[in-house]
């Protein structure tokens, strides 16, 4: 059984040896029903850190394949994968609970087109992920680090941008949504500047809410408060 990270373990550093990431491990409590979930069922739908990886070994067959980055409590990608039992889903997350959570939501609904990594998106994407072999990355809400100081935490670089653009196939889109207006300025600004993808929806602008992607309780709270929500779309050329 592939090892979770213990939750004393801390992912950001400023040390100079070591790069900065974008979260911190922020380990709440398990419930006993997320805690089962990991032990009984991570060992069939947890991908281990194998570099690289093999995906149509890994689900089975050959289909269009969703890589969701930071996926929170798992509701959205369980929604996304339940709909769309032809695609197949990955999904990284760094919290034990998120993912705890959505094991039990794989178990329910009888999703067999899921696969669950606890790990950096940057180093899956680096080690795990074969080149063009996406057809789609999300990135819903991440964290905006929304203190000057901290924006250099903010996962959308330059070169999470060219990893990115190995990993999807030419004509393969990458998704992001945020409720930050100025993290959805920069992320506008750091895509209109890479050259391996242009805007869905036309230069500068932002898109349509894709019907694909399910309203969190979050952001229907955050809605009823009057808080926007930016959605913006690329394409690898």
Known sequence: MPSLPLPHETAVTDQPHRRIRSFVR???????????????????????????????????????????????????????????????????????????????????????????????????????????????????????????????????????????GRALRPGGRFHMATDWQDYAEHMRAEMEQATDFHNVAGPGRYAEKPAYRPTTKFERRGQRLGHGVWDLVYERI
């Open 26 to 164: 922020r380990e709440g409590r398990l419930t006993a029903g997320q805690r089962r979930a990991l032990e009984v069922l991570w060992p069939l739908y947890g991908i281990a850190d194998e570099d690289p990886l093999e995906l149509d070994g890994e689900f089975g067959r050959q289909a269009p394949r969703t890589l969701e980055i930071g996926f929170g409590n798992g509701d959205s990608l369980a929604q996304m994968a339940e709909a769309a039992p032809e695609e197949d889903f990955l999904g990284i997350e760094v919290h034990r609970p998120g993912i705890g959570h959505l094991l039990q939501e794989i178990e329910a609904r009888g999703l067999r087109n899921v696969r669950v990594m606890n790990r950096d998106a940057v180093e899956v994407l680096e080690r795990q992920i074969p080149a063009a072999s996406l057809d789609r990355v999300l990135l819903f809400f991440p964290d905006p680090w929304h203190k000057k100081k901290h924006h250099k935490r903010r996962i959308l670089q330059s070169r999470f941008i060219e990893l990115l």
